[in-house]
């Protein structure tokens, strides 16, 4: 049976640690710029996309319309979301340009960890495993690999902002990890349809909170309000608190008491005090 490149990482790659060394240097002048931004699956995390339509100054739809592939919402346990390649010869990035990359401080994630990859065992938050670092492909035709800076993987990671990017994308990737995931199940479409809203496309869902009847059946504190109506950063992290309470029924979020005394009411039970 062919192996999956996870298989091959996990059975093949050499561990490193933060303070393993490695040689690496991307720059202007090496015949191979800017080849590697093209022809690749870049999957993009929900942090990386809040930063991408950021920059760019678009909104979120406008962003998934245009630079993204159309998730598969049903068929699989995640809605997944590729960068999109153009259509050219070289199926060059959108984003690519003779002079680098045109969204440098909020390129992805994977942009940011190259030539560095992150390969994990664990099938769950809570069960044991290992997470490590791997050197992607130092046979390739890369050049950054030749004469390059010497940098641990915690000096790299440092240079590349990765360490803010794990920690924005921690409570999505917790979620991923949900045993419910784990043990095989996926999301009907409806559920998957909330769950890329959710995590990807933030302006519809600010709009959905503050335009629908959602107010009225939570109670959200007023600071936590003006909050997500304002940054994007706070509407996602209570989107992954949403999607907890609506997921895996966890308490992330309060009902207001009339919804459950009227729910109450409706099914001939005695009103709470
Ligand atoms: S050095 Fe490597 S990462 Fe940099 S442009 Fe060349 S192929 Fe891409
Ligand atoms: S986002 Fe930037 S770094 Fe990443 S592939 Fe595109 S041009 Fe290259």
Not at 18 to 41: A, E, H, Y
Request: include cysteine.
């Amino acid at each position: 049976m062919v192996k999956s490149w996870k298989e091959v990482i996990l059975k093949e790659y050499p561990r490193l640690s933060p303070g393993s060394k490695f040689r690496f240097s991307c720059r202007k002048g090496l015949s191979c710029f800017t080849r590697c931004c093209g022809d690749v699956n870049i999957f993009l995390s929900p942090y990386d996309v809040l930063r991408m339509k950021r920059t760019l100054k678009i909104t979120s739809g406008k962003f998934l319309q245009k630079y993204t592939l159309p998730p598969i919402l049903a068929g699989q346990k995640l809605p997944m979301v590729l960068l999109r390649m153009k259509n050219d010869a070289r199926k060059s990035c959108p984003f690519v340009t003779p002079e680098g990359c045109s969204i440098y401080e909020d390129r992805p994630w994977a942009c940011r960890m190259y030539p560095l990859g992150m390969a994990s065992s664990k099938t769950s938050q809570r069960t044991d495993g290992e997470e490590f670092c791997f050197i992607v492909d130092e046979e390739s035709s890369c050049l950054g690999f030749k004469d390059g800076q010497e940098w641990t993987v915690a000096e790299w990671w440092k240079d590349q902002g990765i360490d803010e990017y794990n920690k924005k994308n921690e409570p999505y990737k917790d979620i991923t990890l949900h045993r419910l995931f784990v043990e095989g199940k996926g999301l009907g479409p409806a559920k998957s349809q909330m769950f890329y809203l959710t995590c990807y496309d933030l302006d519809r869902f600010r709009k959905l909170i503050f335009n629908s009847s959602f107010l009225k059946r939570f109670e959200i504190e007023d600071e936590v309000l003006k909050e997500i109506k304002k940054y994007d950063e706070a509407l996602l992290d209570f989107g992954f608190k949403w999607l907890r309470f609506s997921l895996f029924a966890e308490k992330t979020l309060k009902i207001r008491s009339d919804v459950v005394e009227g729910k109450m009411k409706e099914l001939g039970l005695d009103s709470i005090e």
